[in-house]
C-alpha cells in the first residue's frame, strides 16, 4: 500500500502552505490528517499541538453555520492546505504571535476498522445560533433582535475515522516578517471573506453600515485582523 513519501511547508507572517507527496495510492484512503506543532527556542516539540481547521464536511453531513472541525473529523480530500488559522483563533477575532517556529505532521485517514487505530474526536456539539428561516435569513424576534436558538455546529453523524498509516513530519518553519534586510507582511481582506461574513453574524444579523463602522474605528479588533501586520508596520 501506499505511503506519504515527503512533506513540505512554507509561510509568511500569517498563513502556511503545506503540500505531500506520496509514492503510490493509499487504500481505502479519505484524506489527511494535518496537525501544526509549536517549537521551543531550540526547535523542539512544545506541548502545543492543534489540529488544522477544515470547513468542508463529508457527504450526508452538512455544515450550515461554517464552523469549522479539525482535520481529525473532516480530513483533507487532496495533497496541499493552506493553514488559515496559523496566526487567528477559529472563532473570534483574537491573533496569535509572530516569530514562532513550527513544523506539521501529516497522516492518512480512512474508515475505522480492526487493526486500525482510531482517530480521536467527538460527536457534533451543540452551539448558540442564530435561528435563520427558509431563505437563510435571520428570524427576527418580536424584540427586534434574532430569535437565538441551541443546534448541532453541523448535522449528519460523526464519521469514524483511523489511522492508515504513521505520520510524517514537514521541514521547520519560520513565521516571521523580516527576511534579512527587508520586512514583508500582508493583510487579511481576502483570505477571510468567509470568517468575516461568519464573524458579522455571530449575533444574527448585520446591521446597517456595521462594517463601515468597523474598519473606521482604529481600535475594533476585527479591523485590526483584517489589517494584519500592515499597519504597525507602517507605524515602524
Known amino acids: 500500500m501506499g505511503k506519504i513519501t515527503s512533506v513540505r511547508a512554507y509561510a509568511n ?24 506543532i509549536i517549537l521551543d527556542d531550540q526547535g523542539n516539540d512544545t506541548a502545543d499541538r492543534v489540529k488544522c481547521a477544515a470547513w468542508v464536511a463529508f457527504k450526508g453531513q452538512r455544515n450550515p453555520y461554517w464552523l469549522p472541525q479539525d482535520t481529525g473529523v473532516w480530513p483533507i480530500q487532496k495533497m496541499s492546505w493552506r493553514d488559515l488559522t496559523l496566526r487567528k483563533k477559529r472563532r473570534g477575532a483574537e491573533r496569535r504571535p509572530d516569530e514562532v517556529r513550527v513544523r506539521y505532521e501529516v497522516r492518512p485517514v480512512g474508515d475505522v476498522k480492526p487493526g486500525l487505530a482510531p482517530v480521536p474526536g467527538q460527536a457534533p456539539r451543540t452551539v448558540t445560533v442564530a435561528k435563520r428561516d427558509s431563505k437563510g435569513k435571520p428570524v427576527i424576534g418580536a424584540n427586534g433582535k434574532p430569535v437565538m436558538i441551541q443546534d448541532k455546529e453541523y448535522s449528519g453523524q460523526r464519521r469514524e475515522l483511523g489511522y492508515l498509516g504513521p505520520a510524517v513530519s514537514s521541514n521547520k518553519i519560520h513565521v516571521t516578517r523580516h527576511r534579512g534586510k527587508f520586512h514583508s507582511t500582508f493583510t487579511n481582506g481576502i483570505l477571510a471573506a468567509q470568517w468575516l461574513g461568519n464573524v458579522l453574524l455571530e449575533d444574527g444579523i448585520v446591521g446597517p453600515n456595521e462594517l463601515i463602522e468597523k474598519l473606521e474605528d482604529p481600535a475594533d479588533p476585527h479591523r485590526k485582523y483584517l489589517a494584519g501586520d500592515v499597519l504597525p508596520l507602517l507605524r515602524e
Open 13 to 36: 507572517n500569517e498563513v502556511a502552505y503545506i503540500a505531500w507527496d506520496i509514492d503510490d495510492r493509499i487504500d481505502d484512503c479519505l484524506g489527511f490528517e494535518v496537525t501544526r
